[in-house]
């Protein structure tokens, strides 16, 4: 069975959209807001940032289960998020401790754009940057397979997942809305 953690009245996204025109003012766009600790907190913490491999299915999906503002479905089961991987390779992230994954994101593209996906930081380690730098890696990722643009979505109500896309330079694309269909009988709710 599908499942999602909303109401299919309430999966309507903002959008947002990260522009690639070159790899130095994608970093200059994300720049714009206060600097923060970065490396010095990666190394303080013994903190780093690896791509995802489908062996960090189990612990990635702890911690989208445990988030708030992520919309889980079949989608993210390990057969599909290993398909995900194999298909876009490099383009997605985590951060770990030790052993710990302690946040995630998926990227991937369609050969045109890329789109972002479950970007999660455990609240633990929240507003230290974490954030930013996964984006950062996945949109220079983007940038180095010839992609000039990224969008992802986000639920309206979350409110501080909207607060990190605009802090950190993202464009909200007013004048969009999203459309859904399914592919066939399946008829998932994300
Ligand atoms: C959104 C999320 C990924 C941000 O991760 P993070 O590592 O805490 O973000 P960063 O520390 O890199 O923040 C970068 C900037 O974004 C902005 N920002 C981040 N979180 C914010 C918040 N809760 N309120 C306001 N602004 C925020 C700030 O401008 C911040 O810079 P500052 O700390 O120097 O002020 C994290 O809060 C999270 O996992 N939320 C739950 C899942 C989610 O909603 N994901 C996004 C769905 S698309």
Redesign the pocket.
């Given at each position: 069975m599908p499942h999602c953690r909303r109401a299919t009245s309430d999966v309507v996204a903002c959008t947002a959209s990260l522009r690639l025109p070159s790899r130095a003012i994608a970093r200059k766009n994300l720049a714009a807001?206060?600097k923060?600790r970065g490396r010095c907190y990666q190394n303080a913490m013994r903190l780093e940032l690896r791509v995802f491999t489908k062996d960090d299915h189990a612990a990635a999906l702890q911690l989208w289960e445990a988030?708030?503002?992520?919309g889980l479905s079949d989608a993210d089961s390990f057969e599909n998020i290993a398909r995900f991987l194999e298909r876009n390779p490099g383009l997605s992230f985590v951060a770990t401790e030790g052993e710990l994954v302690v946040?995630t994101i998926l990227c991937g593209h369609d050969g045109r754009r890329g789109l972002?996906h479950h970007?999660?930081?455990s609240p633990t380690?929240?507003?230290?940057?974490?954030?930013?730098?996964l984006v950062e890696r996945a949109l220079a990722a983007l940038n180095d397979a010839q992609i000039q643009k990224c969008h992802?979505?986000?639920f309206r109500e979350?409110r501080?997942?909207i607060?990190?896309?605009?802090?950190?330079g993202g464009e909200e694309r007013v004048l969009l809305t999203l459309f859904s269909f399914p592919t066939g009988d399946a008829n998932p709710t994300c």
């Open positions: 807001a206060p923060h988030s708030e503002g992520v946040a972002i970007l999660v930081v380690h929240r507003r230290k940057g974490i954030g930013r730098q992802l979505l986000v979350n501080e997942g607060a990190f896309w605009q802090g950190i």
